[in-house]
């Protein structure tokens, strides 16, 4: 019997080849034995080779679900990722402070790994000023970490001065992913204005569909349960560096991840 069962909302959009959004979300949740939910915000068509098409969940009906999971069944945790536009990211703000929401973590999806933009233009500022400073951790990769920074990030210190300007700007720690830089895959933690690095070597496989939905989620999971934040990022750049060595090869573009290999 699982009496203690720690429970998860993701806030995200389905992906119909199940390597990201709400179906890697769910894979991470249930690899960690945390009990998943899900708050869809759009469908999309999407495979391994792009995103083919977006239906965008009406803002009342995602607040419909919003208020079915929170009145029923208290998340411990709650991660964010492709929230579309602004009309979306202001009802989730609203209520994840009506329900006192904690353990937040968001990432800010605005394009997907094949390139296809998933967030309307008019969306980025709701995004800044709403959705952010509700974080209790945000984790841009780098593509998006120069758009709220408003740096070019080549190497590991602009990571630093990037990571230093969003957190100050959100008031929230900033875990700015090192997945798109050329010689090493570390990931940077700007917390209080202290500065830790979770490295690992870089591994070389192409299929990286989905890695920042599964880390965000593996963070969310390990917070809802109990562990501090520097823990929950440790484990779970741990969890993704498993699931990319892997090596599991789907589809004709850059591949979804292997959540089974860990689940004995
Ligand atoms: N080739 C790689 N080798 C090792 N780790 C990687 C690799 N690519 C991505 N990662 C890790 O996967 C996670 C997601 O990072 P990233 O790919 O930057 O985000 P996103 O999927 O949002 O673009 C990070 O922890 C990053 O360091
Ligand atoms: C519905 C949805 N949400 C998010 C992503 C980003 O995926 P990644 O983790 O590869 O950045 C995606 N491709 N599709």
């Known amino acids: 019997m699982s ?23 769910l894979k991470t949740m249930m ?7 899900s708050v869809i915000t759009a469908l999309t068509a999407q495979n391994t080779t792009g995103v083919a098409g977006i239906m965008e969940v009406t803002p009342e009906f995602v607040a419909q679900q919003l208020d079915c999971v929170f009145q029923d069944i208290r998340p411990d945790a709650v991660k964010i990722g492709m929230v579309s536009n602004a009309e ?30 998933l967030m309307q233009d008019d969306a980025s500022q709701a995004l800044r000023t709403l959705l952010l400073p509700l974080a209790d951790v945000i984790t841009p990769n780098v593509p998006e970490g120069e758009v709220l920074s408003g740096l070019k990030i080549e190497t590991k210190a602009d990571m630093l001065e990037a990571a230093d300007r969003i957190a100050s700007a959100a008031g929230t720690s900033v875990l700015l992913k090192g997945g798109h830089l050329k010689d090493s895959a ?20 192409p299929n990286t569909h ?38 599991m090869d789907l589809g004709k573009g850059s591949g979804p991840l292997n959540h089974a290999y860990r689940i004995n």
């Open 3 to 25: 009496k203690n069962m720690k429970t998860v909302l993701t806030i995200a959009g389905s992906d119909s080849s199940g390597g990201a959004g709400i179906q890697a979300d």
């Open 31 to 37: 690899a960690h034995k945390v009990y998943g939910m």
């Open 88 to 117: 979306i990211i202001k009802v989730i703000t609203e209520k994840l402070v009506e329900y006192k929401a904690e353990n937040i973590v968001v990432d800010p999806v605005m394009v997907a790994t094949s390139g296809s933009s």
């Open 186 to 205: 570390d990931d940077l933690l700007f917390m209080d204005g202290k500065v830790s690095w979770f490295e690992s070597e870089r591994i070389e496989n």
């Open 210 to 247: 989905g890695t920042g939905c599964t880390l965000s989620s593996a963070i969310a999971a390990n917070l809802a349960l109990g562990h501090g934040l520097e823990e929950s990022i440790s484990k779970a750049k741990a969890y993704i560096t498993g699931a990319l060595h892997d090596g």
